[in-house]
């Protein structure tokens, strides 16, 4: 399962809110709990001192127990109630009509007298208690509340004013390519900490740049170099070739050193285009209608076609378009014809669609020598064809990974379909 990254300051804020609830939280068992330990005592303290008078009471022969309100006496066999005493209830009671219903605590006691056992209750109110105790929760929930409005209206407030030194720096970062330009943009803020990052990714770019324009040099000027003892070699061994007596007892060596000298020489501008194309030095992204480029490379390749009496079938839709360079458009149409000429055997058909938005080149082959999950990849190439660079599907590749375009190779009925189309946004 893949997670979403979550923004720094989010992600912050997230835990600041967790701790304040867990402090909140803990806060609050804490005084409703020394809440209802002072209302204990308090009540204990006053339920004592009538217990007391209550026993004293009793005690006075002179007095009439009957006057006493809450005092029921027990009969019989008390042993069992004993044990469930006292009992506490909370009940609301209205004793004075300018007060209005209150809340109180009441406890009933047995009482063992020398007159006999009673059962007592008495009542304290504890309305007060009740209200504080709310008060307190309704603060505690308040505060809550507010702070952490409070620290997500701030994390905001960071996020936009304070941290934006910080994303314009990384939108320039995102936006840079390598080569265009050595400078970025300098980014005003007085935080020391985002200047010391200005500093280091400008000195980061500097550095990247100028290796990377020394590895462009050497690859540019070994590509170059390189043709000029190939175009000899070439040269020299078309002068053999064309020496019949020498063809006669040579032919398979001479044949081998022209054809390994111009593999060669391709190799190294393939490779050399690959590495102009990683690089980003072709970025002119256009909307191209595909229709009359791929016409005029047919036309180019037709008579290739026709000697190896291939049929072309064709499916054109004429708003068909393709975002991307379209000098890119160029190779990446090239290597896929080249790639269907090389591999389809004779009197057989190519298919080449853009109907329904995608663009298809199909043909008919035998299955892959290897794994087709590798087919994109650099120097695969059939075990039967030792003249294939094994770079031309990948070059395609890359050129559709660099334009946000998908391309999907199947196999089916002995038909190699290769299929680009734009990536979903």
Do not use: W
């Not at 794994?371 to 294939?388: G, L, Y």
Request: some cysteine; charged content about 25%.
């Amino acid at each position: 399962m893949k997670f979403k990254a979550i923004r720094l300051l989010t992600k912050t804020t997230f835990i600041y809110l967790i701790f304040i609830s867990v402090a909140f939280f803990t806060t609050a068992i804490f005084v409703t709990r020394s809440t209802n330990n002072l209302l204990y005592e308090d009540t204990e303290v006053y339920f004592k001192h009538r217990e007391r008078r209550l026993v004293s009471y009793i005690k006075d022969r002179d007095k009439d127990l009957d006057k006493v309100n809450g005092l029921v006496r027990v009969e019989g066999n008390t042993s069992i109630l004993a044990d469930n005493y006292p009992q506490y209830n909370d009940t609301i009671m209205e004793l004075n009509q300018m007060d209005g219903p209150m809340l109180h605590r009441g406890k009933t006691i047995l009482v063992d007298t020398s007159k006999g056992r009673f059962l007592y209750t008495m009542y304290k109110n504890i309305n007060d208690f009740d209200k504080f105790h709310s008060v307190v929760l309704h603060t505690i929930v308040n505060t809550f509340v507010v702070l952490a409005l409070m620290l997500t209206l701030f994390s905001i407030f960071l996020s936009g004013f304070l941290f934006r030194p910080f994303h314009q720096l990384l939108g320039l970062m995102s936006r840079y390519k390598i080569g265009d330009n050595i400078k970025l943009p300098k980014v005003k803020t007085s935080t020391s900490e985002f200047i010391k990052m200005q500093m280091l990714v400008q000195n980061m770019i500097c550095r990247i740049e100028g290796d990377y324009k020394k590895l462009k040099e050497y690859t540019e000027n070994m590509a170059h170099e390189m043709q000029t003892p190939l175009a000899i070699i070439r040269s020299k061994t078309e002068v053999f070739m064309a020496d019949e007596e020498l063809m006669n007892q040579y032919a398979s060596a001479v044949k081998v050193i022209y054809d390994e000298s111009t593999h060669l020489s391709n190799l190294g501008s393939t490779l050399n285009l690959l590495t102009k194309i990683e690089n980003g030095e072709y970025n002119r992204v256009e909307d191209i209608k595909t229709y009359s480029i791929i016409q005029k490379h047919i036309e180019t390749v037709k008579e290739m076609f026709d000697m190896k009496h291939i049929q072309l079938e064709l499916d054109f839709d004429e708003n068909h378009t393709l975002s991307l360079d379209p000098l890119l458009f160029d190779v990446m149409l090239k290597n896929l014809f080249k790639n269907a000429l090389r591999y389809t055997p004779a009197k057989h058909h190519v298919r080449i669609s853009t109907s329904n938005g995608n663009l298809s080149i199909s043909n008919y082959g035998e299955p892959l020598s290897f794994d087709s999950s590798k087919i994109f990849n650099r120097f695969i190439r059939s075990q039967n064809d030792t003249t294939s660079l094994g770079l031309g599907l990948a070059l395609v590749k890359k050129i559709c990974d660099l334009n946000h375009l998908n391309i999907t190779y199947d196999f089916a009925d002995h038909h190699h379909t290769f299929t680009i189309t734009p990536e979903e946004s």
